[in-house]
């Protein structure tokens, strides 16, 4: 019996968690990009809905492949716009996170936890 190969593959995904408020990142703008050496391509550009999250997974199906990648989110953009005073310029205006992803045929979910002044990440599920 014949397998569907594109329903096994992977899809990468992100969230945004704004801990300077306790709330979701609401309307961040991500920007996706594939890393090969020195070379840097955009991917996609979108931003992130009410529950913090991408309305669709970043890559997924063929676009989904292994590799280098940076995602950068114009956190600095998004507090002045909750109306957080922040210095100028900002200790965090866009954060990057670079990441390898392996396996084409996993989920690989990005989080970011923000505030005006730390952030962190993981490899969620």
Known sequence: MATDTASHRGRLTTHVLDTAHGRPGMGIAVALYRLDGDNRSLVIETRTN?????????????????????????????????????????????????????????HYHVPLLISPWSYSTYRGS
């Not at 002045?80 to 205006?93: I, K, Q, W, Y």
């Open 50 to 106: 009410a529950d913090g999250r991408c309305d669709a997974p970043l890559l997924a199906g063929d676009a989904f492949r292994p590799g280098s990648y940076e995602l950068v989110f114009a956190t600095g953009a998004y507090f002045r716009t909750a109306g957080v005073v922040l210095s100028d310029p900002p200790f965090l205006d866009q954060v990057p996170i670079r990441f390898g992803i392996a396996h084409a045929d996993q």
